[in-house]
């Protein structure tokens, strides 16, 4: 099975910030990697598939990078609608997800 | 508009079964890849079973013997018969619809979940 892990698992940041959170597989996944954002009582929501490609409707200040093992999402200015759970997801073999970084207000 | 509404959560003893439906509209289940992911309580969601556009399914090590994902193409429906409950399937059921799979091993598929889910609970 294919693990993943995220770092940090929290961080406090202020509007304005660039944030980056990183994810790391157990083995070489290619570009098969996925971003989901998701909020207190919300469903996951997709942001961004393929490691780097914007899901539709995604503010553009949301980015994503890497292949193989390594990983990151960026999100380039802060805003207060950001603060939230970011989850990693790989899809090379089944569908694992990581097990979260919060994001939350300094 | 995609839209995905999931029913059939509900309090279960352990051992005992459930079965969840998710009705779609603004597409069809038949030639869609579609799926099923939880969420336990303060933890990180979990892909459970997913069915492939040509019928092929595949299940999480977790669910694998006890759970069964079907599909209803003329109720336009996604199904999860789930038997011998635990209390660790205690989790919110999403379903989703995959979206960018590349093949048909829906390889770098991804979860577009739209509804709101139904509550599991295995307790005594």
């Known amino acids: 099975d294919i693990q993943m892990t995220q770092s940090p698992s929290s961080l406090s940041a202020s509007v304005g910030d660039r944030v980056t959170i990183t994810c790391r597989a157990s083995q070489s996944i290619t570009t098969y990697l996925n971003w989901y954002q998701q909020k207190p009582g919300k469903a996951p929501n997709l942001l961004i598939y393929a490691a780097s490609s914007l899901q539709s409707g995604v503010p553009s200040r949301f980015s994503g990078s890497g292949s193989g093992t390594d990983f990151t999402l960026t999100i380039s200015s802060l805003q207060p609608e950001d603060f939230a759970t970011y989850y990693c997801?790989?899809?090379?073999?089944?569908?694992?997800f990581g097990p979260g970084t919060k994001v939350d207000i300094k | 508009e995609v839209q995905l509404v999931e029913t059939g959560g509900g309090l279960i003893q352990p051992g005992g079964s459930l079965r969840l439906s998710c009705a779609a509209s603004g597409f069809s289940v038949s030639n869609n890849y579609m799926g099923w992911v939880r969420q336990a309580p303060g933890k990180g969601p979990e892909w459970v079973s997913v069915i492939y556009a040509g019928g092929s399914m595949y299940y999480a090590d977790s669910a694998k013997g006890r759970f069964t994902i079907s599909r209803d193409n003329s109720k336009n429906t996604l199904s999860l018969q789930m038997n011998t409950l635990r209390a660790e399937d205690t989790a919110v059921y999403y379903c989703?619809?995959?979206?960018?799979?590349?093949?048909?091993?829906?390889?770098?598929?991804?979860?577009?979940?739209r509804g709101q889910g139904t509550m599991v609970t295995v307790s005594s």
């Open positions: 997801q790989q899809t090379y073999i089944y569908f694992t």
């Open positions: 989703a619809r995959l979206k960018y799979c590349s093949g048909s091993s829906c390889r770098g598929g991804a979860f577009e979940i």
